[in-house]
Structure formats: structure tokens, C-alpha cells
């Protein structure tokens, strides 16, 4: 079974950063697509970054604040989160999905921006 762990979540000042790493297990890593998701209170859970097996990559923010890349070796995946707003401030959860459609979920970590 498909193991997600994330870390890397915290309280952060506006304009601070953050890194998010998801560590997967027991999965054939490099031919999974990773994403990460967040929801924030009262919301719906979005889509907030995504790398395919291939490194083709999109995030949701237009400003350049966030980038997502992958370390097949290490099966990990991560969310650099530049200049964050209070906005940001979510739970975010990673993401696989397999050639075949199979999809796990890790339990998620809270990013809280706020001054």
C-alpha cells in the first residue's frame, strides 16, 4: 500500500518561505505523477502544484512564488513556497497518481501564514 508522509509545515510570517517535502514509499516513484493539494477552512480542496513522471510541472500561482520538483532517488517531491500570503494558509496534502489511476493521499501538514 502507498505510503505519502509530508513535512515541512509551519507557522510563517507574510512574505516568509517554505519548503513541503513528501517522502512516498512502496510505490514505483518515478513513473508516478505527484501533486499537492490544499484546503483551506471552509473551502474545497484545490489543486495547488503538480510533476508528472516526465518533469512537465504546474503550481497554481501566477507570480512565480511556488515551484514543485521531484527527487526520484530519494522518492520525494516538494513545494518551494516563496513570499507567502495569508492567503496560503491551508493544509496541504500530497498527491500520487499512477499509470494505471491509482491514486493515494499523505495526511496532510498546516501552513499558516499570519503576522
Known amino acids: 500500500q502507498v505510503q505519502l508522509v509530508e513535512s515541512g509545515g509551519g507557522f510563517v510570517q507574510p512574505g516568509g518561505s517554505l519548503r513541503l517535502t513528501c517522502t512516498a514509499s512502496?510505490?514505483?516513484?518515478?513513473?508516478?505523477?505527484m501533486s499537492w493539494f490544499r484546503q483551506a477552512p471552509g473551502k474545497e480542496r484545490e489543486l495547488a502544484a503538480r510533476?508528472?513522471?516526465?518533469?512537465?510541472t504546474w503550481t497554481i500561482d501566477e507570480e512565480g512564488r511556488f515551484s514543485v520538483s521531484r527527487d526520484n532517488n530519494k522518492n520525494e517531491v516538494y513545494l518551494d513556497m516563496n513570499n507567502l500570503k495569508p492567503e496560503d494558509s491551508a493544509v496541504y496534502y500530497c498527491?500520487?497518481?499512477?499509470?494505471?489511476?491509482?491514486?493515494?493521499w499523505g495526511q496532510g501538514t498546516q501552513v499558516t501564514v499570519s503576522s
Open positions: 498527491n500520487s497518481r499512477g499509470p494505471y489511476g491509482d491514486m493515494a
Open positions: 512502496k510505490i514505483r516513484f518515478s513513473s508516478y505523477t
Open positions: 510533476i508528472t513522471n516526465i518533469n512537465n
